[in-house]
């Protein structure tokens, strides 16, 4: 069974530095996607950044960068020169190869601060 | 935008009654999902859909069915209203032959009393 593991449950930043936040995964397949959403206070569930596992560069959208590390099954987003607008919940998510089906993380609250 | 909206936004309902959620979408994508959110779990499949009449189960789809008439629309039925129903319902797409990223929308905020 696919899992997806968000150990940071509140992580703080001051503005303008980078965060890293963490997630590790479980799976047996060798072909996958990782998936990286935001959701903001509003509540909407945004679209941040996706890497397949067959890509052999790391994926970057804007200040979004996704460190993935195949062989230590981690795939961490990297937030640079963080803004008070990045206050929000992130969640990490793993399609299966061939499926269609994303599993989540339980999140991390990021709070940036002045 | 994703061209992704959902009816209600908000429902405060009683325990017994039964509840639909309305999903639509402009945008003609084959998947259509249905998930829950409560604290602590992040978001938990119900059911899917990857086509018209075409659905299946998710990891939480115990007292909810889904129906798909047409492309744009996905439905949500609670048959029979619980206190453990009471949660955050998001649906999203996907189509395939775009990305697997899926995109969700604005969410409704169910209350089971």
């Known amino acids: 069974a696919q899992k997806i593991t968000q150990t940071q449950p509140g992580m703080f930043v001051q503005e303008k530095e980078a965060v890293t936040l963490d997630c590790t995964y479980d799976?047996?397949?060798?072909?996958?996607?990782l998936f990286w959403y935001k959701q903001p206070s509003s509540g909407e569930m945004i679209f941040l950044i996706y890497?397949?596992?067959?890509?052999?560069q790391n994926a970057t959208e804007g200040r979004y960068s996704l460190n993935f590390q195949k062989a230590r099954k981690s795939a961490n987003l990297v937030i640079s020169a963080s803004q008070l607008g990045d206050s929000a919940m992130y969640f990490c998510?793993?399609?299966?190869?061939?499926?269609?089906?994303?599993?989540f993380g339980t999140g991390t609250q990021l709070k940036v601060e002045l | 935008d994703a061209g992704i909206t959902q009816s209600p936004r908000h429902k405060v309902t009683e325990t017994g009654t039964p509840v639909t959620l309305r999903c639509h979408q402009t945008?003609?994508?084959?998947?259509m999902y249905w998930y829950r959110q409560d604290p602590g779990h992040g978001l938990r499949l119900i059911h899917y859909?990857?086509?018209?009449?075409?659905?299946d189960k998710g990891e939480v789809s115990d007292g909810y069915s889904v129906s798909r008439s047409k492309t744009e629309d996905f439905l949500l039925t609670l048959e029979s209203a619980t206190s453990s129903q009471t949660s955050v319902y998001f649906c999203?797409?996907?189509?395939?032959?775009?990305?697997?990223?899926?995109?969700f929308g604005p969410g409704t905020r169910l209350t089971v009393t």
């Open positions: 945008e003609n994508h084959r998947y």
């Open positions: 998510a793993m399609r299966k190869g061939g499926g269609n089906k994303l599993t």
């Open positions: 999203a797409i996907m189509e395939p032959s775009q990305g697997y990223e899926q995109y």
């Open positions: 859909s990857y086509g018209v009449k075409d659905t």
């Open positions: 890497q397949g596992s067959y890509d052999e």
């Open positions: 799976t047996s397949d060798q072909s996958y996607g």
